[in-house]
């Protein structure tokens, strides 16, 4: 079975810093969504799965703090990594604070970077096998205590 590759959100006013990511992600085998500002980030990140998002932190009308509450309002698994280069260890806290997996300043080191990626989407895998584990030891949890009092039935009634 096929797998797609994991799909990443870039969101940045920069049409060359944005150009640059693509590029590079699609190279390392992922499939990438560019957006130019907020409100057209909020719609792609509705209309694609998206795994990752990669958000500038100051960009015109809604700035990537605002961005990243929205998108947890949507998702509150979401991952996101603030990308700035405005980076302030006051941002970054505040950033880390409403949810962000990590804050980066530009200029960004790609390898740097590509780290940071792979170590937020391990993340997010452990998150969802963990629910899937969850849900199964519910189910366990319900269904054995059952079999069980049918078990005990049968045998007494056998005599």
């Known amino acids: 079975m096929r797998q797609d590759p994991p799909r990443i959100l870039v969101v940045d006013d920069d049409s060359q810093f944005c150009d640059l990511l693509e590029e590079y992600l699609v190279e390392l085998g992922y499939a990438v969504v560019i957006a130019r500002d907020g409100p057209e980030a909020l719609e792609k990140f509705r209309q694609n799965r998206v795994r990752l998002v990669l958000s500038d932190l100051q960009m015109p009308g809604m700035d990537g703090l605002e961005l990243l509450d929205r998108i947890k309002q949507i998702d509150p698994q979401a991952t996101m990594i603030m990308l700035?280069?405005?980076?302030?260890?006051?941002?970054?806290?505040?950033?880390i604070k409403n949810g962000a997996y990590d804050f980066v300043t530009k200029p960004v080191k790609l390898e740097h970077l590509q780290l940071i990626i792979t170590r937020a989407l391990e993340k997010d895998n452990l998150q969802k096998q963990l629910g899937r584990l969850r849900g199964t030891v519910l189910m366990l949890l319900v269904f054995i205590p059952f079999w069980l009092f049918v078990g005990a039935w049968l045998a007494l009634r056998l005599i």
Do not use: H, N, S, W
């Not at 405005?86 to 970054?92: L, Q, S, V, Y």
């Open 84 to 95: 700035t280069g405005f980076g302030t260890i006051e941002t970054a806290v505040d950033a």
